[in-house]
């Protein structure tokens, strides 16, 4: 089964800084990792994905840096605001199909 | 585009008395969903697969008599939690992808947000 490891599970930035998140992951089927964004009482919404023929995708203020030889991959969000909190997880496809295992979580706290 | 409708939202029922959920593709067409549960400030746990037209395959540990799915469309998927116990109080989430590649994006429901008393 896949392991997933994302960490910190909470963090706590002021408005306009720099969310960090980072996800490791053991092996997997498939080239494809999202990242997914929670808001209490609410179901997960995919939030960036990548496929790892590039080091770094970016959407807006969200970027996911990956390093495929390390088998780690990381969540950025730029110009960080108060709507951004919520909950973030990362997935990654189990080794053995496709289904997503995801990450604990992290909690981010954006204070004004 | 690639909406899932998950209803109820939020479900009281008492211990012992079975609750189903739906989820629904609104846009598309799904031949596999995906229920997970969440428990409070906690991971998605992958409880079982729903496949249209064939049996559900469940992860290793979850009952399958007790969660009965049924795909009995391309675009709707129910779960029933059956002689529910309030250790089954949880929320409940399903997903869909619109093609069935490991490559594609999973996008969820709301999810239903299941007490039992």
């Known amino acids: 089964q896949q392991q997933v490891k994302q960490s910190p599970q909470s963090l706590i930035v002021q408005k306009g800084g720099i969310s960090i998140i980072n996800c490791a992951y053991e092996n997997t089927a498939f080239d494809y990792f999202p990242w997914y964004q929670q808001f209490p009482g609410k179901g997960p919404a995919l939030l960036i994905a990548?496929?790892?023929?590039?080091s770094e995708k970016k959407e807006g203020r969200f970027t996911i840096s990956f390093n495929k030889s390390a088998k780690q991959f990381s969540l950025h969000i730029m110009d960080s605001q108060p709507g951004d909190s919520a909950t973030y997880f990362c997935a990654v496809p189990r080794s053995n199909d496709y289904k997503l295992s995801f990450g604990a979580g992290t909690t981010v706290t954006v204070r004004a | 585009g690639a909406v899932v409708s998950q209803h109820p939202s939020r479900v009281i029922c008492k211990s012992g008395t079975s609750v189903k959920i739906e989820c629904r593709s609104l846009?598309?067409?799904?031949?596999?969903m995906f229920w997970y549960r969440q428990f409070p400030k906690q991971s998605l746990m992958l409880m079982a697969t729903?496949?249209?037209?064939?049996?559900?395959?469940?992860e290793q540990g979850v009952e399958k008599d007790k969660f009965l799915i049924n795909h009995a469309s391309l675009t709707l998927s129910t779960l029933t939690v059956t002689s529910a116990h309030p250790e089954d109080s949880s929320f409940y989430i399903c997903s869909a992808r619109v093609t069935g590649g490991g490559n594609s994006p999973l996008h969820f429901g709301n999810g239903t947000r299941l007490t039992v008393t």
């Open positions: 990548i496929r790892p023929d590039v």
């Open positions: 729903s496949n249209e037209g064939s049996k559900a395959t469940y």
């Open positions: 846009d598309f067409q799904a031949t596999t």
